[in-house]
C-alpha cells in the first residue's frame, strides 16, 4: 500500500495542527509527557502539610510525592498546582553495582548501621518502601546492572560514575572478584556481635555468599571476622557491608602433611583415645587439632581462624654440628661437648634421622605444637643428654677407638627415647669428634716416635736382609761351583761308563766280527772244499791243479817272463842287466809324471 504525496501533506498537517492544539490545551488539561529515558518527580504546590521530619508525602501533602511519572502522557497535572521534574532514569553498567542511600524512613537500630531490605521492586517503588518500614540511611541492598526508575529525590544512587563525590573509590562500586588460587577472608561490617570467647562469626546458611545481606542477618550473622570464605568468581557484594582480604590458598608441599589447628568452630570432642594422654585430638570443623591431616595439594582455608602447621613425611636430618640442613630445623644446635672418664672434654658432631608418619603428625602436633618445639624441646634434650652420660663411661681414646660401637648403642637408645613422642628414629650418626689439643699433641709425639722405632726396626730389618742376601749370593755362587764340579765329576764317571760301555761295545763287536768272519771262513773253506773236490772229481787231481795255479798266477800277475833278461852270451850281462833295469825305472817315473801334469793342462 503506498501513500500518496497528497496524504502525507494532510497527515503532517494533521500532526502539526494536533502539537499546536496540545500545546494549546496543556495548561488547561494537566497534561505532562515523560520519554522512555525519563523519570517524572512531582512537587506538589498545594495541600496539607507534612508532618515534622517527613519528606516524602504519601497521603497527598505539600511537598514532594513519593509516586512517580512513568514515560508516557498524564493529566490533571495542572502547573498552578504541581510542578514536574524529569529526571534520567538510572543505569548501572555491567560489571558494577549501585549503592543506595535513602533520604526519608524509619531509624536504623543501635546495633546495625544499615538500613534494612524491604519489598519495593530495587527501589523504584518508593511508597511501597516508605509503607514497608523502610530506613533511612545506607541501605543493605545493592542495585545490579541494569536500567532503574528510582525517585531520585527519596533515594541517592552511588555509581562508579559519582563515587568520588560520594568519598568513595570507583572500583569499590565494581563486581567483587576473587582471583584463583585465592581465597577471600570476609569481613561483615554490620550484624550482632560476636559472642564473648570466640574470634569469628559462625557459617550461616541462605545468603548466597554474603550477597544477601538481609538473609545473613536474619539468620544471626554477626558482625566481624567470618568462618565461611569466598573462593575463585565474582560477587555483587556491598561495600558498606563486607570487607574482603584475598590471600592464597594453602599449599601443602609434596613430602609434607598440614595439620590443621582450629581456633573456631563446634564444641571441642576429643577422639584421641584412650591410649592418646598426651593431647587432645577432634574431627574436623571442632576446635583444637583435626585428627585428619592435609594431604599435598592447595585448600581454601581461613588462615586468619585456622592454623596450619606443615610436618615433613620425609626423612629429617638434624645435625648437632656447625652445618644447618635446608629445612632450618636445627639451626639452633650446635657440637654436643662432653666429659670423658678421664677428664677431659671434647665435642661431638652428630646427625639424628628421624622420620614421622602421616597418620602420627596430628599426635606430635597435639603434644608439641611444632616440628620445632619437638627438635628443641624433646630431641636435643635426649640426643644430648645421652652423649654426655655415655662419654663419662670411657676414656677419650677409647671412645674414639670405639665409635662405632658407640653409635650402635646411641641409635637404641635414642630410637626407644623418641618412639614415645609417636616420632620414628631411623639411625644415629657420629661425626667427628674433636679430642683435647694437649691430649692429641701427646698422642701425636707418641705416634711419631712409634712410627719412627718402626721405621729403624724397618731398616735394622733391611740391612739384615742385605746381609742374608749378599751370604746366599756368596753361597750360590759356591753352590754353583760346587755343581760346576759335581756334575764335572758327573760327566766324567758318565764318560768312563760311556768309555767302558764303548770299549765292552767294541769287544763285543769285535768277538762278533771274529765270529763272523770265522763262520765266514768257514763257509769259503766248505765252499771251496766242495768245489775242489768238485773240480777234482772232473779233472782229476792233476788237471785240477793246473788250473788253480794259472788262476793264482793270474790273478796276482805273477811274472813269467823277467823285465830284464840276462844272458850268458858275449857282453857284458850283469852291466847290461843292471841298465836295463834303471831304464825301466826311469821311464816309470816319467809315465807317472806325465799322468799327474795331464789333469792341470787341461
Known sequence: MF????????????????????????????????????????????????????????????????????????????????????????????GQIGLIVAAAGGTIPPERILGKVVPCDNYQDARKFLMNGGE?????????AGTYRINRVLFTVITAQNADSHEMAPSQLHVYSITPDKVGIVTTLDGRS????????AIVDGHNNFQNAQTFLNNDGRRGLQEQVLLSGSWNLNPWFVSVEQVPMTEIPIGHVGIVIAYVGKAHKD?????????????????GVWVTPLYPGKHPLNTRILKVELVPTTNIVLNWATRTESHKYDAHLSPIT????????????????????????????????????????VLQPIVGNYFRNSAQEYTVLDFLSARSERQQEATGHIRKAISAYDVQALDTLIGDITPPEQLMLTQTDRKIAEEQRKTYEIQQMAQSQRQELVRATSMADIQQEMVKSEQGVQIAELKAKAAVKEAH?????????????????????QAKAKAYRAGVEALGMQG???????????????????????SSGAGNGMVDGLMGLLLRNEMKENGAAAITRTPSSK
Open 338 to 377: 662432653v666429659r670423658s672418664k678421664d677428664g677431659f672434654a671434647f665435642n661431638l658432631d652428630v646427625a639424628q634421622i628421624i622420620h614421622i608418619g602421616a597418620t602420627d603428625a596430628p599426635k606430635v602436633i597435639s603434644r608439641v605444637g611444632s616440628v620445632q618445639n619437638l627438635v628443641d624441646h
Open 3 to 94: 501513500t500518496t504525496p497528497a496524504v502525507l501533506i494532510a497527515l503532517i498537517s494533521g500532526l502539526v495542527g494536533l502539537s499546536l492544539l496540545l500545546l494549546f490545551l496543556k495548561p488547561l488539561v494537566g497534561l505532562v509527557i515523560i520519554s522512555e529515558k525519563e523519570v517524572g518527580v512531582v512537587v506538589k504546590k498545594f495541600g496539607p502539610r507534612l508532618a515534622a521530619g517527613q519528606l516524602i508525602a504519601l497521603k497527598g501533602e505539600a511537598g514532594y510525592q513519593a509516586d512517580t511519572l512513568a514515560p508516557g502522557w498524564h493529566f490533571f497535572y495542572f502547573p498552578w498546582q504541581y510542578s514536574v521534574r524529569r529526571v534520567p532514569v538510572t543505569v548501572i553498567p555491567q
Open 136 to 144: 533511612k540511611g545506607r541501605q543493605l541492598e545493592v542495585l545490579t
Open 271 to 287: 577422639v584421641s583415645g584412650e591410649g592418646f594422654k598426651h593431647g587432645n585430638l577432634v574431627e574436623p570443623g571442632h576446635k
Open 194 to 201: 560476636i559472642d564473648d570467647g570466640e574470634i569469628a562469626g
Open 544 to 566: 785240477y791243479t793246473a788250473v788253480q795255479l794259472m788262476q793264482i798266477v793270474g790273478e796276482r800277475q805273477v811274472r813269467v817272463v823277467p823285465d830284464v833278461s840276462v
Open 505 to 525: 761295545g767294541d769287544a763285543e763287536a769285535t768277538k762278533l766280527k771274529a765270529m763272523g768272519e770265522a763262520q765266514a771262513i768257514q763257509a769259503t773253506g
